[in-house]
Nanobody, 123 residues
Framework: EVQPVESGGGSVQTGGSLRLSCKIA????????VAWFRQAPGKEREALAA????????YYADSVRDRFTISRNNYQGTVYLQLNNLKFEDTAVYYC????????????????WGQGTQVTVSS
């Protein structure tokens, strides 16, 4: 079964950076559209970014486009999310998700989800 595994979360001060990793073992990661989401306490899940297809098409939510960068390493079977200039409101559990099927919207129809990694930003 396809199982994304996240890592790289932690505690950081405002203005700091983190790099999250999402590994999908046993599969060719370029087969999937892989996205990052987050969910803060009491809030709805929010789609952040995705990398899709062999051509590595990149998608971003407007709210994070200037600070977050998604990338993929096919050899390592890993998708990364670089978080820069972190703010208190970035505190959330960050999830990686994957799908192999087509979806009209880059943030929709993900079948496989990781367990999440906590990011905590403090002043």
């Amino acid at each position: 079964e396809v199982q994304p595994v996240e890592s790289g979360g932690g505690s950081v001060q405002t203005g700091g950076s983190l790099r999250l990793s999402c590994k999908i073992a046993g599969y060719t990661i370029s087969r999937f559209c892989v996205a990052w989401f987050r969910q803060a306490p009491g809030k709805e899940r929010e789609a952040l970014a995705a990398v899709c297809s062999q051509e590595e098409n990149l998608y971003y939510a407007d709210s994070v486009r200037d600070r977050f960068t998604i990338s993929r390493n096919n050899y390592q079977g890993t998708v990364y999310l670089q978080l820069n200039n972190l703010k208190f409101e970035d505190t959330a559990v960050y999830y990686c998700a994957a799908r192999a099927k087509f979806a009209r919207d880059w943030y929709a129809n993900y079948d496989y989800w990781g367990q999440g990694t906590q990011v905590t930003v403090s002043s």
